[in-house]
């Protein structure tokens, strides 16, 4: 994925993150989520995709020799920009697709 891209959709969804924070605060965000079941499902979903995301990590990371620890704790702290940063500075494969 470009890193150009990768940038963009940061920029993007932390101003985005930046507005919900001013508007609502931290649990603000969190709160319309335990008022239904909708808003529920939509959490669980995001919780379940981030669990993958972060296995994905932690054996991308390890394999690459680089320590999983602090992408897994941004991931559980920042949600999306856990996995955004880490492929922001993940090391890009070379023209053979071997890492570089």
């Given at each position: 994925m470009p890193r150009a891209l990768i940038a963009t959709v940061i920029v993007l969804f932390g101003?985005?993150?930046?507005?919900?924070l001013w508007q609502h605060g931290y649990w603000g965000i969190f709160e319309p989520l335990f008022q239904s079941f909708a808003g529920a499902q939509v959490f669980f979903d995001l919780l379940i995709a981030l669990s993958?995301?972060?296995v994905w990590i932690w054996?991308?990371?390890t394999a690459q020799g680089r320590n999983p620890w602090p992408w897994i704790l941004a991931t559980l702290a920042l949600g999306s920009f856990g996995p955004l940063i880490y492929l922001l500075t993940r090391p890009?494969?070379?023209?053979s697709g071997s890492e570089g």
């Open positions: 101003g985005l993150t930046g507005v919900a993958l995301v972060m054996r991308d990371a890009q494969a070379g023209p």
